[in-house]
């Protein structure tokens, strides 16, 4: 069974940062091309981040609106996917979901940013 | 900026047929956008129905099919079900950023 546990959201304040965890099991985590998706309360789904494999040389891209504050990252021998998020904006505030080439998706992790 | 826009909201009735649609502002939409699309049940995860285009994942029911018409990317739902009701969400690739429609509430009614 394909399990994407997530973690680490939380309440911050604007300019603060968060580190995100996802936790794969299931998968066969080394080859997967791994991305974070946000959906802000009430809201549809955006696109953050997305990391391919070694194969694929763990090219990244990037949402316009997060590239230069949000950083994705892997760990193939603990099969887990990280999202470190800088300098988080108000607008950032949303459920954070990781997901495997699409296919499966976690529960997802809140973050809410307010001052 | 690149928008992909969906209709907001359809309505269907039960053993109904309906297409959803996924336009993009940059032209029309080709296999080369590697189109996807998703489901959404209220407080429920998303869940991928379609993949670069019409390719089905093992869980997806047959009543639902993916394609290209009219230089935009297609849904179709053929025989409808109550419990088809959800957000639909299309998703496209442009060479080096993933970009979702705005979402489709469809209705069974």
């Known amino acids: 069974e394909v399990q994407l546990v997530e973690s680490g959201g939380g309440f911050v304040k604007p300019g603060e940062s968060l580190r995100l965890s996802c936790a794969a099991s299931g998968i066969t985590f080394s080859d997967a091309w791994m991305s974070w998706v946000r959906q802000a309360p009430g809201k549809g789904l955006e696109w953050v981040a997305r990391i391919k494999s070694k194969t694929y040389g763990e090219t990244i891209d990037y949402a316009a609106p997060v590239k230069g504050r949000f950083t994705i990252s892997r760990d193939d021998s603990k099969n887990m996917l990280f999202l470190q998020m800088n300098s988080l904006k108000t607008e950032d505030a949303a459920l954070y979901y990781c997901?495997?080439?699409?296919?499966?998706w976690g529960q997802g992790t809140l973050v809410s940013v307010s001052s | 900026q690149t928008v992909v826009t969906q209709e907001p909201s359809l309505t269907v009735s039960p053993g109904g047929t309906v297409t959803l649609t996924c336009a993009s502002n940059?032209?029309?939409?080709?296999?080369?956008?590697?189109p996807n699309w998703f489901l959404q049940k209220p407080g429920q995860t998303p869940r991928a129905l379609v993949y670069?285009?019409?390719n089905k994942h093992s869980w997806t029911p047959a009543r639902f099919s993916g394609s290209l018409l009219g230089g935009k990317a297609a849904l179709t739902l053929s025989g409808v079900q109550p419990e088809d009701e959800a957000d639909y969400y299309c998703?496209?690739?442009?060479?080096?950023?993933?970009?979702f429609g705005g979402g489709t509430r469809l209705t069974v009614l």
């Open positions: 998703l496209l690739w442009y060479g080096g950023a993933w970009v």
């Open positions: 940059t032209g029309a939409v080709t296999s080369d956008y590697y």
């Open positions: 670069s285009t019409s």
């Open positions: 997901t495997s080439h699409f296919d499966y």
